[in-house]
Each structure stands twice: as C-alpha cells, then as structure tokens.
C-alpha cells in the first residue's frame, strides 16, 4: 500500500452493527414462528428482543472487531487517538451510517404495523342510523344494528358452491338490506349461525345507494357480522290462537310446542306445516326454500304428527288474519316426542254429528259410509243409512286414499276429527266438522275394492 492510499477494506459483508440488527430480526422471526404453539408470550419477548438489538446497533456503534483496526473518517489512515487525527487533523465526529437507518426504520415499521394492527382489531366501527344514510355515503363503511323484517333470501351463485344471503333490516329509523357474501355464508353455515326472521344482527360493510331510496352493505368478512342473542318468550297456542295484531309484535322471538297435524309443500317456495294443540286450534309454521336450503331438509316422516317445540319469528298473516312462525332453521323445530298411532272408534255419521264438540280431536272409523259429494279425490263427504246428513273429508297430500271414485261408491273412513273454521274465530255457526285423513298415519278414505286388497 502506498503512501495515500486508503485502507483496503476487509470485504465483511457486516460489520458489529449489522450484525445486531440481523441476529435482532432472526430472533424475532422465530419467536413469530412459535407464537401460534407456544402462545402471546413468544411474540412480545420477538418483539421486546428484536428493540433491544436495534437499540444496541444504534447506540453502541463504537464497537468494533479488534480485526478493523481504527481509521480516520476523513483520510482513513490508522488513528491512535480517537478524537483527532494526527495525519491529517480531522476531528472524530460520530457519523450515522446507512445500517444505523435501517436499525431506526425498522423499528418505526415495526411499530406502525403493531399500531394498524390493534387499531383495526380493537377499534369499533360507529353504529349508523339508516334515516341518516345519504348518497354521498356511496362505498362508505358503515355499520347497522337492527332486526331481520322479512324472511331471508338465498341466492346460488355460478361459480360459487356456496350462495348469497340477503336480509331486509329495519334499526327503527329505516329499512336496509344486508348482503353476506358466499365465502362468509359458507363459515355462518358451518357454524349453523344462519340469521332468521325477528333476529338482531350488528353488521358492518360497504355501503351501495340506488336508485329510489334502495340501500345495501356487502358484509365481506365473519368477523362484521353477529347474531345478537335475542330473549325467546315461551307461549302456548292458546295463547296465539286467536290473537289479535295487537298481542304481539311482528319478529318477536317465542318458542310454542303442539303437534304437527298438517303439512302443505308449495314447491319452490315454501313448506307450510299446521302445528295444533287437543282443542283443535292450529298454527302455521312457515319455513321458505331458503331455510331448508341454508339448514337441510325437513325429515316429514319424523316431524309429521310427532309432538314438537318450535322457535322462531312471528309473523302476521294478514290474508289469514292470524299469526305464523317463520323458524331460521329446520333444527329450530324439535321433536319432543315421536308419533306412534292412534286408537279409532268406530260410529256413524248420525252418532259424530249428533255431539261432534265429543269427538273433536279425536280419530274416528266409518264403515260402509257413501260418497255423497265429490269436489276431488282430496275433498268429498260421505253419509250412511243413519241419517240424510253427510260429513265432510278432507284429505292430507300423500295420505291414503283411493282414486277416481265418484258419488254413490261405497267406503270406509278412518281419520280425525277436526272443526274446519271459515274465518278463523272458533264460532261453530261459521264453520263445519269434519273427518281429516292425514298422511304418514293409520288414516285413510278407501272404496270396497282397494278395502278387499287390504287397507
């Protein structure tokens, strides 16, 4: 080396202080790498290890390896005395060097992303009011707390295997749909958390303003959407049969228990299902598609007739003026006890229609009765040589019946009594009795011919 010449450098890729840093970083890797089997701890001891080695690499920069020797800052000739240097005089000052900055910006990074991140996890969106909710809140993220007004929708998607649900949703200012995307369905699905008719739910998404008022949030993560528990009241049929619109509110949560003495399928649509109590008064349950889709299908040959617990919103049915229960699930209807037969008595029309108030409720059996009249194979009546009155039958889908018999054919008839009331207010004078053939039972309305080949 000549007089002038610099100091060759040794090649260390790092020096003292880089190697802080890096050990610092290894450690802090490992311990992110440990925190899921070893717990919290490991990750703030990386985090707590990682600043102390970043601190080391700042402030004790001084260090060095005896194998550097000593250089002047300014001519880079060996120093003796580190306050000035005798060749060429330039004072020592201490200097930041580039691994010093990346020390310093680090931990800067380091602690912004620990920032952001309990910022995002621990912060709360605020509640909004729908009636405040403007245009100008387009694409907005917003959050809603309000109750499911109507039964869910559940949309396929193409290329999806898990659907859309959307929800129409009322937080007493205004009405809001709520649309859950299919990778969110499939987790609610998988948890059996699918939210139902009268449910609160606190939602949180991007907000969409259209034409003529309509508003949706799009929820895209499990973790803004909840069922707030909602207290279920227990009542009796009695006492919602008959209610006025009054005795309730519509999406109120209860839970009634009876007998599934009807069922009604409307394909691509819905089931309706007659839950009733001994004293002949009858509820609905309404379970849309979308229920059955969202929670399976309805076992009929275990539900139908069995002694059940139903939970679910309530509903008014104006047509009916009457309320119904629309259930979130096919598991918010529970068999308390399965159906096992009945006992029938046999008499004649005259002997049920001289004191039918007896006999309601319970399951008759008419032999040698005649079709008197026939709407269809579901609904006729029939009479006997005891009287020229006739009883009317009304027959379950799926029950056991005869087909394509006509006025004057000879039967046998086995069924339940039953009042059928017009206008849903149990006054005798503004209905009729008669004989109820139900499905998945001992029940059936069978001609001579089908009696001969066993009934």
Request: with cysteine; proline share 3%; glycine share 10%.
């Amino acid at each position: 080396m000549t007089e002038g010449e610099a100091p060759v450098k040794s090649g260390k890729i790092l020096d003292t202080t880089g190697k802080f840093i890096v050990t610092g970083l290894v450690i802090l890797i490992i311990m992110l790498i440990a925190s899921p089997y070893v717990g919290l701890a490991a990750f703030i001891s990386g985090i707590a290890i990682f600043f102390v080695f970043c601190g080391i690499a700042i402030f004790k920069s001084g260090f060095k390896d005896k194998s550097d020797g000593i250089s002047c800052l300014s001519c880079g000739k060996p120093l003796k005395a580190q306050s000035k240097c005798t060749v060429c005089g330039a004072s020592q000052v201490t200097r930041v060097t580039e691994v010093q900055l990346i020390a310093v910006a680090s931990i800067l990074l380091l602690v912004g992303a620990a920032y952001l991140g309990a910022a995002s996890h621990f912060s709360e969106t605020k509640i909004s009011l729908v009636s405040e909710l403007r245009e100008s809140d387009n694409f907005r993220q917003i959050r809603i707390v309000g109750k499911v007004i109507e039964a869910a929708d559940y949309y396929p998607e193409k290329y999806d295997p898990t659907g859309t649900i959307r929800l129409l949703v009322n937080d007493g200012t205004g009405d809001i749909y709520v649309r859950i995307i299919p990778s969110v369905c499939s987790e609610l699905i998988e948890e059996k958390l699918i939210p139902g008719f009268g449910d609160t739910i606190d939602s949180e998404g991007a907000l969409f303003v259209g034409d003529g008022g309509y508003m949706q949030i799009k929820v895209r993560d499990r973790d803004l959407f909840r069922i707030i528990d909602t207290e279920v009241r227990n009542v009796s049929i009695t006492d919602l049969v008959p209610a006025a619109r009054d005795a309730f509110e519509v999406g109120d949560k209860i839970a009634v228990e009876g007998q599934i003495q009807g069922k009604f399928e409307i394909e691509g649509f819905a089931w309706i299902l007659d839950l009733g109590d001994q004293e002949g008064r009858q509820l609905s349950i309404f379970i849309p598609d979308a229920v059955t889709a969202l929670t399976g299908n309805l076992n009929m040959e275990t539900l139908y007739l069995s002694q059940v617990r139903v939970t679910g919103g309530l509903e008014w049915y104006e047509s009916g003026h009457s309320w119904e229960i629309i259930p979130a699930s096919v598991d918010d209807i529970e068999v308390l006890s399965p159906y096992v037969g009945d006992t029938y008595t046999i008499l004649t029309v005259a002997q049920i229609l001289a004191n039918a108030s007896a006999y309601q409720n319970g399951y008759v059996q008419l032999n040698n009765v005649t079709c008197a009249w026939h709407y269809a194979d579901y609904l006729f009546s029939v009479t006997d040589s005891t009287t020229k009155l006739e009883i009317s039958v009304f027959v379950d889908y799926d029950a056991n019946v005869s087909t394509g018999f006509k006025v004057g054919d000879r039967m046998s008839v086995r069924g339940w009594v039953t009042f059928y009331d017009k206008n849903n207010n149990n006054i005798p004078d503004e209905g009729e009795w008669e004989i109820k053939i139900r499905a998945l039972s001992s029940d059936y309305a069978l001609t001579e011919a089908d009696m001969r080949g066993g009934a």
